[in-house]
């Protein structure tokens, strides 16, 4: 019971992870149908800003309070992260809009091995520590063990998904968005700016992954310039496990796919006597996508697909 209760917990921070960028995949998709595969890259680098910040900011800042320092590390991630990926959609992805859609799928591909090349130039290909800016000392947890670090990615996921449904549903520019998703040339009838939407769509999108990024180091504890590669990619299993196109079947999919890994991780070492062991956590994410694919392809929820005028 104490190893099914640990497992639940560990899938739950590690779906949290998922579904942060999973809602960027599935926000884009939804809007100008694109799979954004360099989305994952965009978590890397949000990742290596912070750390190139709480760096500097620990030498220069003595005495102030590592949760602190930890914040605005994230604050600048999602700043650098945004524009990065406003420059991108401007650049790389709306010249190639009404173009045939392997084209961009194309480019984002060629996108996402540019910024590993450029953070590798930067940053340098050595794996580098990540910093533990909380309390590193253990919670129980009816004889699982939580940290504090788990419980803040815990917590900000659910504020900041809380968040993003009420501006998606309650704002203008969620209004917007929808309108723009179900049908472009409609919205710029109406007076909204579909340019200025799909930006927005790709700045809030490249806010999440910094997150997802700075509490994906936080948790694993290091950084380089290859580690966005698999969490975007099993965050792009997720939207899809979920319903690619649908908010909450991105949230759905990352958690689901993150207890499924936890869970398969801790059990399957047990049933082959050790032989099998968390190194094969990463088949799960594919035996899932396989299994969606074929007996339900629109995924769990279902993406929402309006009638076109």
């Known amino acids: 019971m104490e190893t099914l209760l640990q497992q639940i917990i560990n899938g739950l921070v590690l779906g949290s992870m998922y579904a942060l960028v999973a809602l960027g995949y599935t926000m884009v998709y939804g809007i100008i149908g694109l799979i954004n595969f360099a989305h994952g890259d965009v978590l890397m680098i949000g990742a290596l800003?912070?750390?190139?910040?709480?760096?500097?900011?620990?030498?220069?800042?003595?005495?102030?309070?590592?949760w602190l320092i930890l914040l605005m590390a994230t604050i600048i991630a999602m700043v650098v992260c945004a524009a990065l990926n406003f420059t991108i959609e401007k650049l790389a992805y709306r010249p190639l809009r009404n173009s045939p859609r392997l084209a961009p799928l194309i480019t984002a591909i060629g996108m996402s091995i540019l910024l590993q090349t450029i953070a590798m130039i930067i940053w340098k290909p050595n794996p580098k520590p990540y910093p533990s800016m909380l309390s590193s000392e253990p919670?129980?947890?009816?004889?699982?063990?939580?940290?504090?670090?788990?419980?803040?990615?815990?917590a900000t996921?659910?504020?900041?998904?809380?968040?993003?449904?009420?501006?998606?549903?309650?704002?203008?520019?969620?209004?917007?968005?929808?309108?723009?998703?179900?049908?472009?040339?409609?919205?710029?009838?109406?007076?909204i700016k579909p340019d200025v939407v799909i930006s927005a769509t790709f700045i809030i999108g490249?806010?999440?992954?910094?997150?997802?990024?700075?509490?994906?180091?936080?948790?694993?504890?290091?950084v380089q310039h290859a580690m966005g590669f698999m969490p975007g990619?099993?965050?792009?299993?997720?939207?899809?496990?979920?319903?690619?196109?649908?908010?909450?079947?991105?949230?759905?999919?990352?958690?689901?796919?993150?207890?499924?890994?936890?869970?398969?991780?801790?059990?399957?070492?047990?049933?082959?006597?050790?032989?099998?062991?968390?190194?094969?956590?990463?088949?799960?994410?594919?035996?899932?996508?396989?299994?969606?694919?074929?007996?339900?392809?629109?995924?769990?929820?279902?993406?929402?697909?309006?009638?076109?005028?």
């Open 157 to 191: 996921t659910v504020i900041v998904l809380a968040l993003l449904m009420w501006m998606v549903n309650r704002t203008n520019l969620g209004r917007a968005m929808r309108a723009t998703a179900e049908n472009p040339r409609v919205a710029a009838l109406m007076g």
């Open 49 to 66: 800003t912070s750390w190139t910040i709480i760096a500097g900011m620990r030498e220069s800042m003595l005495g102030v309070p590592g």
């Open 233 to 309: 990619l099993k965050a792009f299993v997720a939207a899809v496990m979920g319903g690619i196109g649908n908010l909450g079947g991105a949230v759905l999919g990352g958690l689901l796919l993150g207890l499924i890994e936890a869970l398969g991780a801790g059990y399957l070492g047990k049933l082959t006597g050790g032989f099998l062991g968390s190194q094969y956590t990463d088949i799960f994410a594919f035996i899932v996508l396989a299994l969606v694919l074929t007996l339900r392809p629109s995924g769990l929820l279902g993406e929402r697909v309006a009638d076109r005028a």
């Open 139 to 154: 919670i129980e947890i009816g004889g699982a063990v939580i940290s504090l670090t788990q419980i803040v990615i815990l």
């Open 206 to 222: 490249a806010m999440l992954a910094a997150i997802a990024g700075v509490m994906w180091a936080s948790n694993y504890g290091t």
